[in-house]
């Protein structure tokens, strides 16, 4: 998390009073990937890195933003039909916006924020974003009336409706209700979820930031969705949730090689959460992390959306000895997540660092992960 002096002191710089500070966080995911825009299970637990902001209301019906870390300021009204057409400044905007739809009374307000959760690391800083600026609208104009899965879902509809991402709820989710030292299991298609403590005695997560930025605006994360939505309403289906082997292979010769195979994916990943939370039941983190192995494969090679520098992670992890290892997040690019026995880890960190930087001439990342609090006012 970021120092929180440096945004009172720039909000105090600016605009010549003080503010009350908000923060959320980005995310890390187990294992369940593209399963909750399908209705499935995901494994999410929230990070440290964080998004926070300083905030007060300004008495006019104008918002006037400033983000630190990209330098970037912003004057825009709540009312106005537009918005800014920075994508930054976007989630920003539609986050009122929703928040107005939803009936709270936003007024016009000044705000520095900023954050370290790394960008386009599929870590969620977008989601880390919108569920900052939704906890504190919520607290300073709503009295904290809307609950949180209201919030993620005003998040979810700010990237779809004014970012122009089909994403699913898992980020959202996992920002609003982190919990420290728990991941959290959640069935997206009831909403219901339960916590998971999160001691894996002997082993340890960390992330390796590839560098290789992904981007899911404009990307073909949104044809992923629509490839699943194509399969699940042949099979007769609401989501893929519902759809099994049998259906899926009924169909086999109606659907496209490439629908085919994006569904054959999601149900094996269907059957992968069921088989780590088994295994999580039994502590037995071998099979936890084979099933992340899998993962990776049906990723990699069904879903396509790894890419040359991921694969080289996860083949360099298999090689060390990692226990587990597969790509991160909406993928396209990122980080990837690595189970692996605390004995190994700094012999992974220091191999894998240097083979990285002599394949791609480039420094990657090493993000140990530490599962923290969701949203909160500080
Ligand atoms: C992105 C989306 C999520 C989810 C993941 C893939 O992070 O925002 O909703 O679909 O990709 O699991």
Redesign the pocket.
Known sequence: MIDTNILYDEFQRRFGRQGVAYSAPGRI?LI??????NGGF?FPGAVEQSITLVISSNGTNKVNAYATDLQLEALFSINGPDGPSDVNMRYVYGVVREMIAAGIAVEGFDVVYGGDVPLGA?M?S??ALECCFAYALNDLFGGGRLDRMTLAKIG?AT?HKYVG?M??????FASMHGRKGSLMRLDCRSGEFEYFPWNPEGYRLVLINSCVKHE?VGSP?NDR?RSCERVAQLAGVETLRDCTWQQLEQLRQQLSDEDYRRARYVLGEKDRVLAVCDALQRGDYETVGQQMYLTHEGLAKDYEVSCEEIDFLVDEARRIGVTGCRIM???FGGCTINLLKDSLYDAFCEEVQRSYKKRFDVDCKIIPVVIGDGARRL
């Open positions: 995911n369940g990937e593209h399963t909750d825009y995901v599929g969620s977008s989601a979810q990237e991402v994403c699913g709820i898992m980020d959202q899911l994360y969705r997040g909406g993928g």
